[in-house]
Each structure stands twice: as C-alpha cells, then as structure tokens.
Nanobody
Framework: QVQVVESGGGLVQPGGSLRLSCVAS????????MGWYRQAAGKQRELVAA???????NYADSVKGRFTISRDNTKNTWYLQMNSLKPEDTAVYYC???????????????WGQGTQVTVSS
C-alpha cells in the first residue's frame, strides 16, 4: 500500500556531489524516522543518515561533514545531499522510512528499491 520511490543515483567523479530523493506515497499516519542506507559490494548494509520525527539527525562517522539528510514533510519526501564524494561511497543506496500506517498499529519499515551510486574517475 505504501510505496517508496527513490531517484538520483548515478555515476559521479570523486569530489563531486549527488542528491538522492525519496518519496513515500499511500496511506501514512505518521513518520517516525526517515533514513538512507547503503550496501557496498560484499559488505553489510549500513546506516548512512537518518532523521527522526523531532528533527534530530544521525550520520555514519564516515559521512559526517559531507552528507546531509533533509526532509520536506509536506511532500513526504526526504533527501540525501552527498558532497565531496569518495570512491569508498560507492554502493547501492536505499531509502527507508519507519512509519505507522494506522494509529495503534505497529510501526514498520518501508524501503525504496535501491539506487546505484558509483564514485569513480
């Protein structure tokens, strides 16, 4: 019922910038968190950045100072601005929302389809 659509991935040179976008649609009562994860080849998925309902943000140490998560609550949209990209940032990036579709029902995670980000010369 809830759909999460991600866009913005691609190929970028080291030092470049890229902005990922994620839009959630459908019946959503409330968001508890929005986030971005990534999974590099042969590695486990890791949290890149998250923003919780109160606006507090969390970042992986490896991206602090370079990546920024933001949201537009009126559009159920969140973004990951990636600056000063490094080859080590190459991964499949997934957007995520922890949300409640109906009051009183358990929260659940909804995921985007993933988008490849490749940082290479």
């Amino acid at each position: 019922q809830v759909q999460v659509v991600e866009s913005g991935g691609g190929l970028v040179q080291p030092g470049g910038s890229l902005r990922l976008s994620c839009v959630a649609s459908g019946s959503i009562f409330s968001f508890y968190a929005m986030g971005w994860y990534r999974q590099a080849a042969g590695k486990q998925r890791e949290l890149v950045a998250a923003i919780v309902s109160g606006g507090r943000t969390n970042y992986a140490d490896s991206v602090k100072g370079r990546f920024t998560i933001s949201r537009d609550n009126t559009k159920n949209t969140w973004y990951l601005q990636m600056n000063s990209l490094k080859p080590e940032d190459t991964a499949v990036y997934y957007c995520n929302a922890n949300l409640q579709e109906t009051p009183g029902r358990p929260r659940r995670d909804c995921w985007g389809q993933g988008t490849q980000v490749t940082v290479s010369s």
